[in-house]
């Protein structure tokens, strides 16, 4: 008899929800019609702006397919559409949109020239209202007109220098020139990227040597293997070597550069390699090191005939740096080549050197999320008040990639929540730049940091 109630009573409630689920969905079908008529079209431009026409700051960008048209619009919604003259613009671009046409749309026919730095972006751009990208393509822009901020923008080719440690001293001094300030004087920021010619830690050591290294730098490689990846500096397009953005300010730059990974105990010495190629590793080749350490997972990988650029980003050997009192990590993305069963080697887009200890490191896309999260937290760390204008952020494309295209959103969500409503804007790179306190500027893989532009009394938000 009991069992025959429980199932009366089990009907009884299955009919009583079924009546409920078709009284709700009847209301959501009459107050929201499903028709394609009443879809609200996606956005293909948009942007934030804070501040006044003497003090501003704002990031726009574009789905357009026709690269001026793109531009142009990118720079208006930067501008919330007034006639304001920033006095940097910074701009990302994805490889649909060839550079000439990039400079070309933002410099003015007529009037002052306008400062532009910028290069290629994978896989479109992030910004404060959200990622975008498209298959058209991609332009987003940063303008910039901040009280007592000065800049300039500067850069150097691979055929105009004797060596590629000469790229440094001439872009510095080509900045300094468009800033209108006396080469000697020390940038309170400089904003960097290189083509991918392997050049990245020498113009760093340029940098270095002319102003040390207390001058922050943050950057990243432009996306695109040689010939592809390019840079624009004011007028110039740039194929090979490095263009620069340096900027002058009483007030000071905040920043932070950091890894998402998960350092192991498991290590080993590189003992032979050349510049960006590792053959050994404690004097084994270096694949069979890096699979022993992976669990065997790598070699499993290789044998599938898996893309191991993507595969190995969960996977970075890691350097740790010291800098006395603390010490960091430095993150190195490597991987073997497509030869799967004879392949001894390793490549990277960072230059290990004989005697290097490496660490193999680990990762997961959640990790990564809540490590980019901690970036301004970790800016303003010891800082009594930090009014920011603007905020610029780099990040990896290897890490964009391994991060679900569904939860890439919420990289937003979190930079803004510690932003607080101030405007940024982010390419994605094919290496990075950046620095740590009391040691200087380092180039790794698989990274991510930020640059606050500060505010002056006279920028509202």
Request: glycine letters at 12%; hydrophobic letters at 40%.
């Amino acid at each position: 008899m009991r069992q025959a109630w429980k199932a009366i009573l089990g009907v009884a409630v299955l009919a009583a929800v079924g009546i409920g689920v078709w009284l709700w969905v009847g209301r959501e079908k009459t107050a929201v019609p499903t028709t394609d008529e009443t879809k609200e079209p996606a956005a293909v431009a948009g942007g934030r702006f804070t501040g006044t026409a003497e003090s501003f700051a704002g990031v726009g960008w574009s789905l357009r397919a026709d690269t001026r048209t793109a531009a142009q619009e990118a720079l208006a919604e930067a501008l919330d559409h007034q006639d304001l003259q920033p006095d940097m613009t910074l701009v990302y671009y994805t490889a649909q949109h060839p550079a000439e046409a990039v400079v070309e749309a933002l410099q003015p026919a007529q009037g002052p020239k306008r400062r532009i730095c910028g290069w290629v972006s994978d896989f479109g751009v992030i910004a404060s209202d959200g990622y975008h990208h498209g298959p058209d393509g991609t332009v987003g822009v940063m303008a910039l007109r901040l009280p007592g901020m000065v800049s300039g923008v500067g850069w150097a080719s691979l055929d105009e220098v004797k060596a590629p440690a000469d790229l440094a001293a001439l872009a510095l001094r080509r900045a300094a020139e468009d800033a209108g300030v006396d080469p000697a004087r020390r940038p309170s920021m400089i904003v960097l990227s290189c083509t991918y010619h392997g050049q990245e830690e020498k113009v760093l050591e340029g940098l270095e040597a002319i102003h040390g290294p207390d001058v922050p730098v943050l950057g990243g490689t432009t996306a695109g293997a040689p010939g592809v990846g390019t840079l624009v500096a004011n007028g110039q397009v740039i194929k090979a070597g490095t263009v620069i953005a340096v900027f002058y300010s009483d007030q000071p730059f905040r920043t932070a550069f950091r890894g998402g990974f998960n350092r192991t105990g498991m290590s080993g010495t590189v003992t032979r390699s050349d510049g960006r190629v590792i053959y050994e590793i404690d004097g084994r080749p270096a694949v069979e090191v890096y699979d022993e350490w992976s669990g065997g997972r790598v070699r499993e990988a290789m044998r599938a005939g898996l893309d191991m650029n993507s595969f190995t980003v969960l996977y970075p050997l890691c350097r740790i740096l010291d800098a006395g009192d603390q010490t960091y990590n430095l993150f190195t993305h490597l991987w073997p080549p497509d030869n799967a069963e004879t392949t001894t080697r390793l490549v990277s887009s960072a230059t290990l050197s004989d005697g290097d200890v490496v660490y193999f490191s680990e990762g997961s896309w959640n990790i990564l999320l809540n490590r980019i999260s901690a970036l301004p937290r970790l800016a303003t760390e010891g800082a009594s008040e930090v009014r920011a204008a603007a905020c610029l952020f780099i990040c990896c494309e290897g890490v964009l990639k391994v991060i679900p295209e569904g939860e890439r959103g919420q990289m937003v969500h979190l930079m803004n929540r510690s932003l607080e409503g101030v405007p940024w804007i982010g390419p994605f790179t094919w290496g990075e730049e950046g620095n740590f306190p009391g040691l200087g500027n380092r180039h790794g893989n698989l990274l991510t940091g930020i640059t606050l532009f500060p505010a002056g009394e006279e920028h509202e938000e």
